[in-house]
Each structure stands twice: as structure tokens, then as C-alpha cells.
């Protein structure tokens, strides 16, 4: 069982910076990435990154966000700048778990981020 706490998110203007930062506990954590929610919209991925820190984006946040995470303390980190208000949800940390030959999911909580224009 792996629990996720996430923190980091807040309320900033069109432009600005915030890192997010979410704890895992548990090991064998393989891919650690963040999701996003905003109001009405599905679930959407921001940004993967393997164990071996190979990372992956999604188009609307390549050249602004960064994924990191710091195996030794299994914290992954979202840094995100020159927000834009179409930024605005609910961000969800998720790791997933290897056990023998299965990958199991896990979730945060989720943190609001909110960018004002």
C-alpha cells in the first residue's frame, strides 16, 4: 500500500510560478506523474517521469512545467511557471507500485491551483 500527500498548490496571478511537491510512502515506486482536473473537463496527464528520470509531457505545458522527483526520499516535484489561467485544477500526484509482475495505482488527494488573469 503506497499513500501520496501532496502540497504546493495555491492561488497566484496569469504568469506567475509554484512548485507542487507530493510524498510517497512505500517502495518499488516505478513511474511517478501528475495529473490535472479542471471544472467540467476529464482527468488529464501533465507530466511523467520514470525511476530512471526519463519524463514526458503534454503539449499545453511543454517549455513551462518540470517533473523531478528524488528517489532516495520517493518525492516527486511539479515546477510549474508562466501559468496561465487554462492552468487552473485540481492537481493529482500518481505513482504506480510494482509488486513481482504487476503495476498497481495510487493517488493523491489532489491540490487546487488556481491562476487568475
Known amino acids: 500500500q503506497v499513500q501520496l500527500v501532496e502540497s504546493g498548490g495555491g492561488v497566484l496571478q496569469f504568469g506567475g510560478a509554484l512548485r507542487l511537491s507530493c510524498a510517497a510512502s512505500?517502495?518499488?515506486?516505478?513511474?511517478m506523474a501528475w495529473y490535472r482536473q479542471a471544472p467540467g473537463k476529464q482527468r488529464e496527464l501533465v507530466a511523467t517521469?520514470?525511476?530512471?528520470?526519463?519524463?514526458n509531457y503534454a503539449d499545453s505545458v511543454k517549455g513551462r512545467f518540470a517533473i523531478s522527483r528524488d528517489n532516495a526520499k520517493n518525492m516527486v516535484y511539479l515546477q510549474m511557471n508562466s501559468l496561465k489561467p487554462e492552468d487552473t485544477a485540481v492537481y493529482y500526484c500518481?505513482?504506480?507500485?510494482?509488486?513481482?509482475?504487476?503495476?498497481?495505482?495510487?493517488w493523491g488527494q489532489g491540490t487546487q491551483v488556481t491562476v487568475s488573469s
Open positions: 500518481n505513482v504506480k507500485q510494482r509488486v513481482e509482475t504487476l503495476l498497481y495505482d495510487y
Open positions: 512505500g517502495s518499488n515506486i516505478s513511474v
Open positions: 517521469i520514470t525511476s530512471g528520470t526519463m519524463t
